[in-house]
Each structure stands twice: as structure tokens, then as C-alpha cells.
């Protein structure tokens, strides 16, 4: 099993950056492919980007292709969403989850099995 936790949200007007953290725990975290996704208000849970277990394959949104980039440690057990250009529309709480087949390339929430509590980003207009 992995245990995630994310952190980094909080308010920040358009236009500026964020970097989301997601802290893990679990002897096979480098296995696992790893994705951020994200449910704004009065929405479905959406695909935002995912990472490969070695960090090699990403895949994006086009909602956020060009200003969103996903990374990870594995020696730090942690997985990083940094979030440029920051939108209005960018607005929701954000999951990490985990991919378990560890290829990068799952793109529907329901490929994923476990996932962290979430963190709040709000852009101001």
C-alpha cells in the first residue's frame, strides 16, 4: 500500500505559479507510475498529468499542456506538479494518485488506486 499526501495549494492570483507536492510512503513507490488530478466545483474528477515510474513518460491535459510540469524524486518518495500561468479555470482541489501498472500512461481517474486527500488551489481573476 501507499500513503500520499499532498501539499503547496492556496491562493494566488492569474497569471502566477504554484508547486503542488506530494510526499509518499511505501517500500514501492518507484514502481508506480504517478498522476495528478484535479474536481473543481460542480465538475467531474479530471486527468491533469501523470509521470512513469522512472520518470521518462509524461503525459498532459491539453488544458494544461505548455504550463504544467510533472516530476518526480523517487530517492524522496515525493511527486511534484509545478503550475505556471496560472488560470481562473485552473481552480480546484488537486489529488496524486497512483498508477499501478507504473507505464505513465493511464489518463481516466479510474485508472488509479490510490490517492491522497487533496490540496486547494484557488486563482483569483
Known amino acids: 500500500q501507499v500513503q500520499l499526501v499532498e501539499s503547496g495549494g492556496g491562493l494566488v492570483q492569474a497569471g502566477g505559479s504554484l508547486r503542488l507536492s506530494c510526499a509518499a510512503s511505501g517500500r514501492t513507490f518507484s514502481r508506480y507510475g504517478m498522476g495528478w488530478l484535479r474536481q473543481a466545483p460542480g465538475k467531474e474528477r479530471e486527468f491533469v498529468a501523470v509521470?512513469?515510474?522512472?520518470?521518462?513518460?509524461?503525459y498532459y491535459a491539453d488544458s494544461v499542456q505548455g504550463r504544467f510540469t510533472i516530476s518526480r524524486e523517487n530517492a524522496k518518495n515525493t511527486v511534484y506538479l509545478q503550475m505556471n500561468s496560472l488560470k481562473f479555470e485552473d481552480t480546484a482541489v488537486y489529488y496524486c494518485?497512483?498508477?499501478?501498472?507504473?507505464?505513465?500512461?493511464?489518463?481516466?481517474?479510474?485508472?488509479?488506486?490510490?490517492w491522497g486527500q487533496g490540496t486547494q488551489v484557488t486563482v483569483s481573476s
Open positions: 494518485a497512483s498508477e499501478p501498472t507504473g507505464r505513465g500512461t493511464a489518463l481516466s481517474p479510474a485508472e488509479y488506486d490510490y
Open positions: 509521470i512513469n515510474w522512472s520518470g521518462t513518460r509524461k
